[in-house]
């Protein structure tokens, strides 16, 4: 009996070995395509870590942006960390530029003369994206940027609130192929400062309204905001520029659960892949996403333990 014993414990699996949330090595930064490739590059940059455990988790989200663009052909995604490119010279060659981190003051695009540069980049029509907030800007850069993505959040006018966002209905768009009406609870911000600095995005050309929603009015945390009680606010959107590029504003990205909601990942990935100008589905980005991945990647934050991120309930 007892060898029989010891035969069936040397047979039986082993415990799957233990995956350190916190363990970024095996993300692949600033990964050049493989040599005759005829695709879209988009360069996806995220922040320092920022907030606490669960927030803002720039560096874990944009893994995961990178996850899902690998799912759809005729695109190739650059990952790059901590707010800017070691190697400058990959955005001579970005039809995308994707930026998920801490804006206004702190936002590494509007640090010396990094506008200047972008903006020789977006002369040549390539894709501007900002997630979360890097749609904040002080006003003296969002007087630039506001025309690479047809509005910005304006801190003198602006607000932040955390509330549950029912997306009732959505415009014909490419970007809101395959995504469908959702609620989801996130920090979105609304009242945005729109192109032709107007107050109300019907009056802003060539800008698209993708995800909006009545916000409580108690969420209406500033003066200008507070002057329009009931208004439909919008929280995502997307610009056609007149230079033929594209950009794309989305306001959610706060909580990194959100990763979870398959709608969520759709819109998001849908406009990057149209404001790189490929191809996006009829039916909408592929974005297969297993959950377990809300747990890795992780920056290491506070003095809290590690708790898995649940996914928002549906």
């Known amino acids: 009996m007892l060898p029989l014993l010891a035969a069936l414990a040397l047979s039986a699996p082993a415990d799957p070995p233990k995956t350190d949330p916190y363990d970024q090595s095996g993300v692949p930064l600033e990964q050049e395509p493989p040599a005759g490739f005829q695709g879209k590059r988009v360069l996806l940059i995220a922040g320092r870590p920022s907030h606490g455990p669960g927030d803002h988790e720039f560096f874990a989200g944009t893994a995961v942006l990178m996850n899902l663009l690998k799912q759809n052909p005729g695109v190739w995604p650059i990952m790059a960390r901590d707010g800017w490119p070691k190697n400058e010279k990959l955005f001579d060659t970005a039809d995308c530029v994707v930026f998920y981190l801490d804006g206004r003051g702190g936002h590494p695009a509007a640090k010396g003369d990094r506008l200047d540069r972008l903006q020789k980049l977006m002369d040549k029509g390539a894709g501007w994206v900002n997630l979360h907030f890097a749609v904040d800007y002080e006003p003296k850069d969002g007087q630039r940027v506001v025309n690479w993505m047809g509005g910005y959040y304006d801190p003198r006018t602006s607000t932040n609130p955390h509330w549950d966002a029912a997306i009732r209905s959505l415009p014909k768009h490419p970007i809101t192929r395959g995504v469908k009406p959702f609620t989801l609870n996130d920090e979105w ?5 729109w192109v032709g600095d107007v107050t109300d995005v019907k009056d802003a050309k060539n800008v698209t309204p993708i995800l909006q929603a009545v916000p409580p009015d108690g969420t209406r945390g500033t003066p200008d905001a507070k002057k329009y009680p009931g208004r439909l606010e919008t929280m995502a959107w997307a610009y056609d520029r007149p230079d033929g590029g594209r950009g794309f504003g989305f306001t959610g990205g706060h909580f990194h659960r959100n990763w979870a909601d398959p709608d969520f990942r759709r819109v998001v990935t849908n406009a990057v892949l149209w404001c790189a100008k490929a191809e996006v589905p ?12 809300l747990n890795k990647n992780l920056d290491r934050k506070g003095k809290g333990e590690f708790k898995p ?4 309930k549906r």
């Not at 911000?189 to 400062?193: P, R």
């Open 309 to 312: 991120i649940l996914p928002p």
């Open 189 to 193: 911000y609304y009242n945005m400062h």
């Open 282 to 293: 009829e039916g909408g980005a592929k974005v297969e996403f297993d959950p377990a991945d």
